[in-house]
């Protein structure tokens, strides 16, 4: 069964660090998502990506994020300096009409 | 603004019993809603949807309940087992938002007791 793949599956990093979560979407979907989930709270959108732009963003999709299709299977989410707030778990989605598929997520830890 | 809650952070049922998880939302724009199962360590599972010209729709030992009268929604497990232990969440995706954009509540936890 095709299923969205995510690297890596822990990251640690320093404050003021850049990251870069990959995610590879399943092969035939065309709209992308990211999410994040700090510990013990509720899922937040962050962006959603179709036709290799930004479709919608949430206000915590700030200038220290951007996202990418370098090429025709991955999706990446870039954190350029990172902040303590930024440490969560990171999830990447992707759909066809109706139902997204979900990804196993990348926890993110910003020391 | 508006959101998407649920009532109770957690949920415990004894095995075999039937289980409801309850969510409230408050835009009455929205006009389809999912249930998303999450294990431990896991990224979110869709269970089922109803959209939001039906006010009941059954899945698999799942039925998923909307009152939009009183903007809630429900998730019915029957026969609850073990494996149904996890975080339950409800997500909203408002009218006109082609692109999915879904609002999430804050979750129920379930627990089975044996």
């Known amino acids: 069964e095709p299923e969205v793949t995510q690297t890596p599956s822990h990251q640690v990093t320093q404050m003021g660090q850049e990251v870069i979560l990959r995610c590879v979407p399943i092969?035939?979907?065309?709209?992308f998502y990211w999410y994040r989930q700090i510990l013990g709270q509720k899922v937040e959108f962050l962006v959603s990506f179709y036709n290799n732009e930004i479709s919608e963003k949430s206000e915590i999709f700030d200038d220290q994020f951007s996202v990418e299709r370098p090429d025709g299977s991955n999706f990446t989410l870039k954190i350029r300096s990172t902040k303590l707030e930024d440490s969560a778990m990171y999830f990447c989605?992707?759909?066809?009409?109706?139902?997204?598929?979900f990804g196993p997520g990348t926890r993110l830890t910003v020391l | 603004g508006e959101s998407v809650g649920l009532h109770l952070p957690t949920l415990s049922v004894q095995e075999g019993d039937n289980s409801i998880i309850n969510c409230a939302y408050s835009?009455?724009?929205?006009?389809?809603f999912i249930w998303y199962k999450q294990e431990s360590g896991k990224g979110p599972q869709f269970i089922i949807d109803i959209r939001s010209n039906m006010d009941k729709r059954q899945g698999q030992r799942v039925t998923v309940l909307l009152n939009k009268t009183v903007k809630h929604l429900s998730l019915q497990i029957a026969a609850t087992q073990p494996g149904d232990s996890a975080v339950y969440f409800c997500?909203?995706?408002?009218?006109?938002?082609?692109?999915?954009?879904?609002?999430w509540g804050a979750g129920t936890k379930l627990i089975i007791k044996p």
């Open positions: 835009n009455s724009a929205s006009d389809y």
């Open positions: 989605a992707s759909r066809v009409p109706n139902e997204q598929f």
């Open positions: 092969s035939n979907h065309l709209y």
């Open positions: 997500a909203e995706n408002l009218s006109g938002d082609s692109n999915y954009q879904l609002i």
